[in-house]
């Protein structure tokens, strides 16, 4: 039986047994969903489902991800394994079936939640699963001062006075490109430390149409990159609540700067209408190979490795603003946490500790996952033993990563508004009227999901 079907076979389990249950009993045990403190959610339901018979401690992990099963064992799963047998470590996969929601509904216990900076805190608390680890930590001799200190700054940020996560992996954005179009332009390749303006003039160069087919030179994820703006603006004001789209001048420089300019050549709009009026993307970087560099994820090649190894391609560091060189985007780290249900902390912690130390980083780093420590020696192995031999692995450090702003837990929620903008003040340039509609999209679905 595959991980999906396994884990919807249990979820219907669950919810048969959490129903039986509460329709049998006067008193009940039935507020399965209730996750607030006192009784573990689903009480006897969940630990008729997991309990397990081998006698170790059992650690249920989870990610809203969607990560696999599969992906999972590769980064972490094989090496916890050879390292604790006395535990049973459990990932449960978000499927279209079975997300957080559900789970809690069934009464599956989660010991170890992780989730990148994006949705981390919102997953948390939608639940009310956020579990302050400071005391923990101290006892578990977890030096957060070890981190690169923006991702620290950030966790702290969130959890307000407490610490709801530790670091495992980060992630950042670079500059890839495709050497081929490059050859066949006649055009020097991209550089480390480069600046937007002389990343949009390369973008011109590269712009163009021979034959039957077009090119264009320059584009970058938007979703990513307004998450993890160099200028580190907030998507949501802290003292308002409200979104900054409208009211932050600093937009509309990141905008004109980082999408704009790039695009201000004679056949680059033109491509754009062309394609839905969107922003060339991962189908025309990759798949139609039309697109010379994409800024995207530093992680991004092992989510399509097909893909990248059909292209002639390397990376640079992303290119900065001419008035804050030697910055880059904002760093994008995953955290692991324990929560409210995690019934054996001691060892939840010791399995987090584990992910954090030189050997495991230095692990991760060689094969291409961002590491989370100021160790210059774990860091200069980064991608030594990634399929992709050669590559420039060093642009993701290149640069120092920007400050991490106020995150509310609406960012990802509007993240799509702030995103739509973007092809459009490079199609129609009018900043003031696309921002002030998007500002009010965003506020709207603060407001619809319950934003204070």
Same mark, same amino acid.
Not at 123 to 132: A, G, H, K, S, V
Not at 268 to 288: D, G, I, S, T, V
Not at 357 to 369: A, D, Y
Not at 436 to 441: L, M, N, S, T
């Given at each position: ?33 209730? #996750?607030?403190?006192? !009784? ?36 972490? /799963? ?19 079936? &079975? ?19 994006? /949705? ?12 302050? @680890? $400071? ?37 950042? @954005? &670079? ?28 973008? %011109?160069?590269? #712009?163009?149409?021979?034959?039957? +087919?077009?090119?264009? /030179? ?30 932050? =001048? ?5 905008? =004109? ?7 201000? &050549? ?7 209408? *062309? ?8 189908? !025309? ?21 097909? =893909?990248?190894?059909? @292209? ?21 780290? #995953? ?6 249900? $995690? ?9 987090? %500790?584990?992910?954090?130390? =030189? ?12 590491? &989370? ?21 060093? *642009? ?23 995103? +739509? ?17 998007? *500002? ?5 679905? @603060? $407001?619809?999901?319950? *934003?204070?």
């Amino acid at each position: 039986m595959n991980s999906r079907k396994f884990y919807s076979v249990m979820l219907t389990l669950c919810l048969s047994l959490v129903w039986v249950l509460s329709a049998c009993s006067s008193g009940g045990t039935g507020n399965a969903g209730n #996750t607030g403190g006192g !009784e573990e959610p689903g009480g006897t339901a969940a630990t008729s489902v997991v309990n397990n018979k081998d006698g170790k401690d059992t650690l249920y992990v989870y990610s809203n991800s969607g990560d696999s099963v599969e992906s999972w064992n590769e980064r972490f /799963g094989d090496l916890l394994k050879e390292k604790f047998p006395n535990y049973t470590i459990e990932y449960i996969p978000k499927t279209n079936e &079975v997300g957080l929601k559900e789970l809690i509904t069934a009464g599956q216990r989660i010991d170890i939640y992780w989730e990148s900076i994006g /949705g981390f805190s919102t997953y948390l608390t939608d639940f009310d699963l956020q579990y302050d @680890m $400071t005391e923990l930590i101290e006892q578990h001799e977890i030096d957060m001062t070890q981190f690169e200190p923006t991702i620290v700054d950030a966790i702290k940020q969130i959890s307000g006075d407490q610490i709801w996560g530790v670091p495992v992996f980060n992630n950042t @954005m &670079v500059l890839y490109y495709n050497k081929d179009l490059f050859d066949k332009f006649g055009v020097d390749y991209p550089v480390d430390g480069m600046t937007w303006d002389e990343a949009a003039e390369l973008s %011109k160069k590269l #712009t163009r149409t021979e034959g039957d +087919k077009s090119y264009v /030179g320059l584009s970058s994820s938007e979703t990513h990159l307004l998450l993890m703006n160099h200028l580190s603006i907030p998507y949501v004001d802290p003292e308002t609540k409200k979104s900054t789209l409208d009211q932050d =001048e600093r937009w509309k420089n990141f905008y =004109e700067t980082v999408f704009v300019k790039p695009a201000d &050549v004679s056949g680059y709009r033109e491509y754009m209408q *062309a394609h839905e009026n969107k922003l060339p993307y991962r189908k !025309e970087f990759l798949e139609a190979q039309e697109l010379a560099m994409f800024g995207w994820l530093s992680s991004i090649t092992s989510v399509f490795p097909d =893909e990248f190894s059909k @292209m002639n391609w390397d990376m640079v560091a992303m290119p900065t603003f001419a008035d804050a060189p030697g910055i880059g985007t904002q760093a994008y780290p #995953t955290y692991f946490s324990l929560t409210k249900m $995690t019934e054996n902390k001691d060892a939840a912690m010791e399995v987090i %500790k584990y992910l954090v130390s =030189e050997e495991v980083q230095t692990k991760l780093s060689r094969n291409g996952i961002m590491p &989370v420590l100021k160790n210059d020696s774990i860091i200069e192995q980064y991608g030594a033993d990634s399929v992709y031999q050669g590559k420039n692995y060093g *642009a993701a450090f290149f640069n120092e990563f920007a400050e991490i702003p106020y995150k509310s837990d609406h960012d990802r929620t509007i993240n799509t508004p702030y995103a +739509k903008a973007a092809p459009r003040v490079v199609l129609e340039g009018d900043f003031n009227t696309i921002f002030r509609e998007y *500002a009010e999209e965003s506020n709207q679905k @603060m $407001t619809d999901a319950g *934003a204070e």
